[in-house]
C-alpha cells in the first residue's frame, strides 16, 4: 500500500512517499480502516523530526486524524459496534496511508451530512474547542469572545462553536485574506487584524468598553489579549502556534479578577474518561444539526503532495482544515 514512511527522522518535505508499504499487520481488538481522507496538524512535522512528545519506534507511518471506512477484511472486536462498510474518523498513528489500524475507543460514526474531508480534521479540533469553550470557560449565551487565530484549524471550529452556543464573536487573525475566509465561512460578529499595533483598542470599542468576556487563544497571545478583558474575564489557554510559550505577570491576573485556565483535551482520555463521551455526543449532535460546519482549505492535496501540504501550513498559508485525499468518495450506486 502506499503510505508516507518515515524510516529516519527528517523534515517532510525530504521525505519521499513509499508506494510498496507493508499491510498493517491484523490484531483481532484493533479496527482496519480504508483511509479515505486526513488531517494535517502542525505535530506531524515536528513528529517526522523527532520533535515531538509522542515518538514511535521506526520505522513508522506519520500522520494520526483521519475518515475512511471500516475495511471488509477488518477483525470485528468483541463488544465493539462497527462493522465493515461503516464510515468513521478518527485518531491513530499511521493515517497518512491506503490504510490503518484503529483502536476502537478512538473511533467515531462519521456524520452522514459530512464528506471525508471534512471528517478528516474533527477528531482532536471540535472536541477541544467544546470542553474548552463549555467546560473549561463556562461560556454563557449573550457573553463576549475573542477568538484568536481565527482562520486556523481550532480557530474556525472555535468561532462557529461558540456562535453556535449564543455568544458574540470576535475573530481575530493576521491577514484580510484570512479574515476574509472567517467572515465567508463561519459568520463571526466582527473581525480584527491582530497584526495591527493597538487591535485591543477595536476590541474595547465593539465590547463599548467593557472588553471580552473569554480571551480563547491557540496562538500565545494571553498577555496582549489581556488588555481589552473584562472585569473576571476567563482567558483559556489553547496552543502556542506563535511558537512562544508565554510567561505571565500575575498582577494582570489579579487587577481584573480574572482567570487564566487551560485546555489540554488529549489528557481527558486518561485523566477523565468518563467525561469523554459527553464531549463526542455534544459535537457530533451539533454538527448533525448543520449550525456548524467544518471548513477545509480548498487546496486539498493528494498523498503524492502531502509533504507540500504540511510546508504550507508550517509557512501559515493555509486557513481552515488543511487535508490530504487519500481516496475519492465514492460514487453512490443508484438502487435498482
Ligand atoms: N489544547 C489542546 O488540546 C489542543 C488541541 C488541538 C490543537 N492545539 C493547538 O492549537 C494550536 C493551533 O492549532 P490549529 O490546528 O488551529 O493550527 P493551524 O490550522 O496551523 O492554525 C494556526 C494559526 O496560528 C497562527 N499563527 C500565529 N503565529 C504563527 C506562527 N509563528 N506559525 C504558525 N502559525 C501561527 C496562524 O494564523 P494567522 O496567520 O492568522 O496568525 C495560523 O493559521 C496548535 O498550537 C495546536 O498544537 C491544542
Not at 519521499?16 to 481488538?29: F, N, Y
Not at 520505522?59 to 475512511?68: D, N, R, T, W
Not at 498523498?303 to 453512490?332: C, F, M
Request: hydrophobic fraction near 45%; proline fraction near 7%.
Amino acid at each position: 500500500m502506499r503510505a508516507f514512511v518515515i524510516n529516519q527522522l527528517n523534515h517532510p518535505s525530504k521525505i519521499e512517499l513509499t508506494k510498496d508499504a507493508p499491510e498493517p499487520k491484523l490484531i483481532p481488538d484493533q479496527i482496519l480502516v480504508d483511509v479515505y481522507s486526513a488531517g494535517l496538524n502542525f505535530f506531524d512535522i515536528l513528529q517526522a523530526q523527532g520533535k515531538y512528545q509522542n515518538q514511535p519506534e521506526f520505522p513508522f507511518i506519520l500522520g494520526s486524524e483521519f475518515a475512511g471506512i471500516v475495511s471488509q477484511d477488518s477483525p470485528t472486536p468483541l463488544g465493539c459496534s462497527f462493522k465493515p462498510g461503516d464510515r468513521v474518523f478518527g485518531y491513530a498513528q499511521g493515517a497518512y496511508a491506503d490504510r490503518v489500524l484503529a483502536d476502537p475507543g478512538q473511533l467515531l460514526p462519521l456524520p452522514q451530512n459530512l464528506t471525508f474531508d471534512q471528517g478528516a480534521g474533527i477528531f482532536v479540533t471540535w472536541p477541544t474547542n467544546y470542553e474548552g469553550l463549555v467546560g473549561r470557560a463556562r461560556l454563557q449565551k449573550g457573553e463576549w469572545v475573542l477568538v484568536a487565530a481565527a482562520a486556523g484549524g481550532i480557530g474556525m471550529s472555535a468561532v462557529q462553536i461558540a456562535k453556535a452556543l449564543g455568544a458574540k464573536v470576535i475573530a481575530a487573525a493576521g491577514s484580510q485574506a484570512k479574515l476574509g475566509a472567517v467572515k465567508k465561512y463561519t459568520g463571526a460578529d466582527y473581525l480584527i487584524d491582530y497584526t495591527k499595533p493597538g487591535w485591543q483598542k477595536d476590541v474595547l470599542k465593539i465590547t463599548g468598553g467593557r472588553g471580552v468576556d473569554v480571551v480563547y487563544d491557540p496562538v500565545g497571545l494571553i498577555q496582549d489579549s489581556l488588555k481589552c478583558i473584562a472585569w473576571k474575564g476567563r482567558a483559556v489557554v489553547v496552543g502556542f502556534a506563535g511558537g512562544n510559550i508565554e510567561k505571565l505577570p500575575l498582577n494582570l491576573v489579579l487587577l481584573k479578577n480574572i482567570e487564566i485556565i487551560g485546555i489540554h483535551w488529549g489528557a481527558y482520555s486518561i485523566k477523565e474518561p468518563g467525561h469523554v463521551p459527553s464531549v463526542h455526543k455534544a459535537v457530533i449532535s451539533m454538527l448533525q444539526s448543520g449550525k456548524v460546519t467544518p471548513v477545509i482549505f480548498p487546496e486539498v492535496y493528494p498523498l503524492e503532495r502531502l509533504a507540500d501540504g504540511l510546508v504550507a501550513l508550517e509557512n501559515r498559508k493555509t486557513w481552515g482544515k488543511a487535508i490530504v485525499r487519500i481516496r475519492d468518495e465514492p460514487v453512490p450506486t443508484a438502487k435498482l
